[in-house]
C-alpha cells in the first residue's frame, strides 16, 4: 500500500475516535445540565422531567425559584410611572390646510435674474391650497373629555382625530388655544376616557425621574400604544426666548433629558409616580432628534388657564396701563433724575390699572414682584405670563423713595 495511502487512512481512523469522543462528552454534559435543572426542569433520575406545579424551574435538593420573581424585579418607578399615564395619552392626527403661491415664470426661468427682472409682470403668480397631515400627542386630564396639548400642535387645523390606546377614535374640536403660552384644549366626546393624574411642578427635585410619554404616530403604524423615554429633571425655572427674538418667551419651563422625540409635542411629562408635571413641548437639536436637551411646560401654568381655554376660548390680554422705556442716562439727566436703573414709566393710561393703584407719570419702576428690573427687556420678562385678575407688585422710585404698588390687572379694553 502507497504511504500516502496509508496516512489517509490512519487520519480517517482518528478523525472518527475525535468525534466518538465529542459525542460521548456532550451527552454527558447534557445529562448533568438537565439534572442540575439549568433550562428550567430536572431529571428525576429516570429521564423524566421533574413537575411542579406553578414553578417553571427547580433544582435537584432545593427549594423551587419561580422564573416570575425575575419579571417582579423588573418592574421600576418608570414601568409604573409609564402604565399610569399611558393609558390617557393620545395621539392626535391633525388636518391642515396650506396655501401654495407660486412666480408665474415656468421652470427654470424663475432662477434666471434677466426673466425675473424684465418679464416677470407678464406671467402671474399662481397659488393653490392643500391638505396635508401632522401628528402629534395629547394627554386626557378629564373625564369629560378634555384633553390638553400644544397649540402649535393644533393650531389652524381644519380637522382633528384623536385615538386613544384602546383603539377607539374620537373627532376633537378645539375649544382653545394661545400660541403665547402654546396650550391647546381640545374636547371629544366618549364615556369611560381614561384620565391623567395632575402633579405639582412647583415640588420638582433637580436629578428625579422624569418619563416623557407619547403617541404620536398611533394612525400612521397602526400601533396604539405609547413610546416612553426615561431621564431625569435636569433643570427648572428656564426662561427661554421664543425662536430667539421678539417679546415671547417661554417661562419657567422644566429641562429634562428625557428624550422628546418628534411628534412626542404636547404629550405630558410625568414623575416617578405617573403624575403629570409638564407638557413636553420642544428640544435643542441641531439635527432635528434629541440630544438630551429637552423643555416642558409645567403643569401648573397648563392648570392656571384651562379654565380661561375653556372658557374664553382664548387666553385674554392682561392690562396694566403703562408705557415703559429704558432709563438712560440721557432720559435720567434730562429729568433730573439720578441714573439708578430700571424704567421709566412714561406715560400711564387715565383709568387703568396703574392709575388706579397710584402710579404716575415718571415713577421709576426698579423691581416686580420682588425681582429687580434693569431695562425694558427685563421688566416684560418679568411680567410676562400673568393673566387677567392676578395682583402684581411694582416697585416704584419716587422723589429718591422706593414704594410698592400692587396692581390688579384687567383685560385690555376692547
Known amino acids: 500500500m502507497p504511504r500516502i495511502a496509508r496516512l489517509a487512512i490512519i487520519a480517517l481512523i482518528c478523525a472518527l475516535i475525535g468525534v466518538s469522543f465529542g459525542l460521548y462528552v456532550t451527552t454527558r454534559t447534557l445529562r448533568a445540565v438537565q439534572e442540575a435543572g439549568v433550562f428550567g426542569y430536572a431529571s428525576d433520575g429516570s429521564g423524566r422531567a421533574a413537575e411542579s406545579a406553578g414553578v417553571e424551574g ?7 425559584v419561580a422564573y416570575s420573581e425575575t419579571g417582579q424585579s423588573r418592574r421600576n418607578a418608570i414601568v409604573s410611572a409609564a402604565e399610569r399615564a399611558g393609558p390617557a395619552t393620545v395621539s392626535i392626527t391633525v388636518v391642515k390646510r396650506q396655501v401654495v403661491r407660486r412666480g408665474g415664470l415656468p421652470g427654470a426661468l424663475q432662477e434666471d435674474e434677466f426673466f425675473e427682472r424684465f418679464f416677470r409682470g407678464y406671467f402671474p403668480e399662481r397659488s393653490y391650497e392643500r391638505q396635508y397631515e401632522s ?10 373629555g378634555y384633553l390638553l396639548t400644544n397649540d402649535h400642535v393644533v393650531h389652524n387645523a381644519a380637522a382633528v382625530r384623536v385615538m386613544l390606546t384602546d383603539g377607539r377614535e374620537f373627532d376633537g374640536r378645539v375649544l382653545g388655544g394661545d400660541p403665547l403660552f402654546d396650550l391647546a384644549v381640545v374636547k371629544i366626546d366618549g364615556d369611560d376616557l381614561p384620565v391623567a393624574r395632575l402633579g405639582d411642578s412647583d415640588d420638582l427635585m433637580i436629578g428625579e425621574w422624569a418619563v416623557a410619554v407619547g403617541n404620536p404616530f398611533g394612525q400612521l403604524l397602526n400601533d396604539r400604544q405609547p413610546t416612553v423615554t426615561a431621564g431625569v429633571v435636569s433643570a427648572v425655572h428656564r426662561d427661554i426666548q421664543a425662536g430667539g427674538q421678539g417679546e415671547g418667551v417661554y417661562k419657567d419651563m422644566i429641562q429634562t433629558d428625557a428624550a422628546i422625540n418628534p411628534g412626542n409635542s404636547g404629550g405630558p411629562l410625568v414623575n416617578s409616580r405617573g403624575e403629570v408635571i409638564g407638557i413636553n413641548t420642544f428640544i435643542f437639536s441641531s439635527s432635528g432628534g434629541s440630544i438630551g436637551i429637552g423643555f416642558a411646560i409645567p403643569v401648573n401654568i397648563a392648570k392656571q388657564i384651562i379654565n380661561e381655554l375653556i372658557e374664553f376660548g382664548r387666553i385674554r390680554d392682561a392690562w396694566v396701563g403703562i408705557q415703559v422705556q429704558d432709563l438712560t442716562a440721557a432720559v435720567a439727566q434730562g429729568l433730573g433724575i439720578e441714573r439708578v436703573g ?3 414709566a412714561s406715560f400711564v393710561e387715565p383709568e387703568s390699572p396703574a392709575a388706579r393703584a397710584g402710579i404716575r407719570g415718571g415713577d421709576v419702576i426698579v423691581g416686580v414682584n420682588g425681582d429687580p428690573v434693569g431695562n425694558v427687556r427685563r421688566a416684560r420678562r418679568a411680567i410676562f405670563g400673568a393673566r387677567v385678575g392676578d395682583v402684581v407688585t411694582l416697585t416704584i422710585l419716587r422723589k429718591g423713595e422706593r414704594k410698592d404698588f400692587d396692581v390688579k390687572l384687567e383685560e385690555v379694553p376692547r
Not at 58 to 64: F, I, K, L, Y
Not at 135 to 144: A, E, N, P
Open 135 to 144: 401628528y402629534g400627542s395629547g394627554v386626557i386630564i378629564d373625564r369629560d
Open 342 to 344: 430700571g424704567v421709566l
Open 58 to 64: 427547580t433544582t435537584r435538593g432545593s427549594t423551587p
